[in-house]
């Protein structure tokens, strides 16, 4: 990897030149919110924004997607793969793990062509957060609050310049063109360094166990009286993992004209939150109750998943829990759960005592 | 180059299907139809019994159905035997001969038929579970010197409900085959036994530690049919048990069929009990 520096007062020349060959998807400002959007210039973004509503897997991976176009008077039907070059500008971290993430998961197995010509035909440019986000983010639990080992380009605000780490050739060929690019000297690595290290303190820790321990905890908790606990306040409104970054279950649905000859094959986003995810035609459920789904959900973010390298089905982002009408947070349920099997290895090892 | 039907799924879209064409709808009572379907010239399905396809009619919908014919008598044309249940059966139940259908697959693992060599096979179909194991009864039929006994248990809530009558009348004259059919409820023309599918069981006698098993039918009968299974002394690991959930993709991604952390449709849909009594969802 090179680190070079790009003064702050040139990105607004970056993005120009950018926006001439890409699309630019970037966090901008939505009501008192923020939300990834395709956006012109470097007016119209917020690097300041704490996290977005939804994550930029959208992206990738979008909330409503044609898969297929088909006319059944023709009886033709034809994938619809998007490859516009795109760029996915300030990502922060957490999101970026999250999309690695979701890498593996469209490719293990059978390869997702829609997934994977959005992906590949993506340039993503991720932001080093230097303060969390909310105060439901425990991205320093799951190893996420600074950048993995595989991006394409990295920022990191130094004051009055972004050091850009330079992870891949696509990242590299970004700044073609861009004059006031310069290679990293002394002086800004030690000022990178100084950034960081003063970063590191403003994130806490907020689980009381360790991120290895989880798969362990949740093993050792499937009949915990907690599942029920949750399926009596949970809603069943599907909030968590609409927000969720790692979240890819998805629905099939075909859109038609009124004749019904023809239309397109969609994809949306589903939720196993929801009453109808696991219920066959003639009505059996084989999920029924709050309480299994959010089970099931959690066994899926701290469990289940453990097939990316280094990497749970959670990223610690907390924008499940600031959905959460609720109140139900990964981080409570966590600490619940790891509370409950200390006091029970007590009371054992009391037994055992006696 | 496609030769066979998987390889459609590596070209340009996972979820295109390959348009096939129906040959042949034959009504099998009031809400079950077999179709004959015809691929398109040169591309083979080359499956395993156990294994389903994703069948598409485009504005409707997919769903996925499992393939009833056996290995051994599919060649560019094979069979799926459906009955009305929902929506989209509901319109491939209004389909003529001569109309197409998408299908995508095969999908998961089938039922790992070279092991079962010199095995005595029993078979416990109930209702609509018959056309899955169908497919492999035939197979092992048509390859009959390489296994030992064969054992079919099947019941079904009605005489009218029985599938494969045409079938059943040849495997009840075979010698080499042993069948016995049970209804819920006879009507006045039923002469055979009337009760629950594990009334059968009892009737028979076998040589547990060679007997493999399989079942498929409506999951509120597995639990039942295991307990059964297991008494007789068949191991847990040779009882095969085909399992149904929602399904949309086929190919491990969209998270319906998930039986803990494993898919049906990509692990599945058949898991021995060995397997299966791990998962906290299973039975």
């Known amino acids: 990897m090179t680190l070079k520096i790009i003064p702050k007062t040139e990105i607004s020349n970056w993005i120009e030149l950018l926006n001439r060959k890409y699309r630019i998807i970037a966090p901008a400002p939505v009501q008192q919110h923020f939300a990834f959007k395709e956006v012109k210039s470097f007016s119209e973004m917020d690097l300041g924004y704490r996290t977005t509503i939804l994550p930029p897997k959208k992206a990738l991976s979008p909330q409503y997607e044609e898969l297929l176009t088909f006319n059944n008077l023709e009886n033709h039907t034809e994938a619809v793969i998007d490859d516009t070059p795109t760029v996915l500008f300030g990502v922060h971290t957490c999101d970026l793990h999250a999309i690695n993430f979701l890498d593996t998961v469209f490719q293990r197995d059978y390869t997702d062509q829609h997934y994977f010509s959005r992906r590949k035909n993506t340039v993503i440019v991720s932001l080093e957060c230097l303060e969390p986000c909310t105060e439901y983010s425990f991205c320093k639990d799951m190893g996420t609050y600074t950048a993995p080992a595989e991006l394409d380009l990295h920022m990191v605000d130094i004051g009055d310049a972004y050091a850009l780490n330079v992870g891949s050739e696509s990242g590299e060929k970004l700044l073609n063109g861009i004059e006031r690019v310069h290679l990293a000297a002394d002086k800004d690595e030690k000022q990178l360094n100084r950034v960081l290290h003063n970063k590191w303190p403003r994130f806490t820790y907020h689980l009381h166990a360790d991120i290895t321990e989880l798969p362990g905890l949740m093993g050792s908790s499937y009949k915990s009286p907690i599942w029920e606990d949750l399926g009596k306040r949970c809603l069943g409104c599907g909030s ?5 970054p790692t979240c890819y279950c998805f629905d099939m649905v075909d859109e038609a004209d009124f004749a019904g000859n023809s239309g397109h094959r969609c994809r949306v986003w589903d939720s196993c939150q929801l009453n109808q995810f696991a219920s066959v035609a003639g009505g059996h459920d084989f999920r029924p109750g709050q309480a299994n789904r959010q089970r099931h959900r959690f066994f899926r973010k701290y469990k289940y998943q453990s097939f990316a ?10 924008r499940c829990s600031s959905a959460c009408l609720v109140d139900i947070t990964p981080v409570d349920t966590l600490n619940k759960l790891f509370h409950r099997r200390v006091a029970a290895k007590h009371t054992r090892q009391e037994a055992v005592a006696q | 180059m ?3 039907l998987k390889d459609a799924l590596m070209e340009t879209s996972v979820y295109l299907p390959i348009q096939a064409r129906i040959r042949d709808i034959h009504q099998m009572n ?11 010239a040169g591309i083979n399905l080359n499956h395993r019994p156990g294994q389903f396809l994703q069948v598409s009619i485009m504005g409707v919908g997919e769903a996925p159905i499992s393939i009833s014919s056996s290995p051994s008598r599919t060649n560019g044309s094979f069979q799926m035997c459906v009955r009305k249940a929902g929506d989209f059966t509901g319109v491939m139940h209004k389909l003529q001969p001569g109309d197409t259908l998408g299908v995508r697959g095969p999908f998961g693992h089938g039922f790992p038929y070279e092991r079962f060599r010199g095995k005595d096979m029993l078979f416990t179909p109930g209702g609509i579970g018959l056309p899955p194991l169908r497919s492999l009864i035939n197979q092992v039929l048509d390859d009959r010197s390489n296994y030992g006994r064969v054992i079919i248990l099947y019941g079904a809530r009605n005489p009218s409900e029985l599938l494969f009558k045409e079938e059943l009348q040849e495997w009840e004259e075979r010698e080499d085959v042993e069948l016995l059919v049970t209804v819920d409820r006879g009507d006045e023309n039923w002469k055979g036994y009337v009760g629950v599918i594990t009334t059968l069981f009892p009737k028979i ?15 509120v009968m597995y639990r039942f049919v295991v307990t059964e299974l297991i008494g007789m002394g068949i191991r847990e690991g040779n ?6 959930r929602r399904m949309k993709c086929g190919i491990g991604k969209c998270g319906h069929c998930q039986i803990n952390h494993e898919y049906t449709c990509k692990d599945g849909p058949c898991f021995t009990y060995a397997h299966l009594k791990t998962l ?3 039975l």
Do not use: R, W
């Not at chain 1, 968590?240 to 969720?244: A, E, G, H, P, Q």
């Open chain 2, 239 to 244: 009882i095969y048990l085909d399992m149904e």
């Open chain 2, 205 to 219: 006698q076998v040589y547990a530690p060679n007997t493999v098993s399989f079942t498929c039918g409506p999951q």
């Open chain 1, 240 to 244: 968590c993992t609409l927000v969720c």
């Open chain 2, 280 to 282: 906290e969802e299973g």
């Open chain 1, 309 to 318: 390298p280094s990497l749970l089905g959670c990223v610690g982002c907390g």
């Open chain 2, 30 to 40: 009031e809400l079950t139809k077999l179709f004959t379907i015809d691929l398109p």
């Open chain 2, 2 to 4: 496609i030769a066979g």
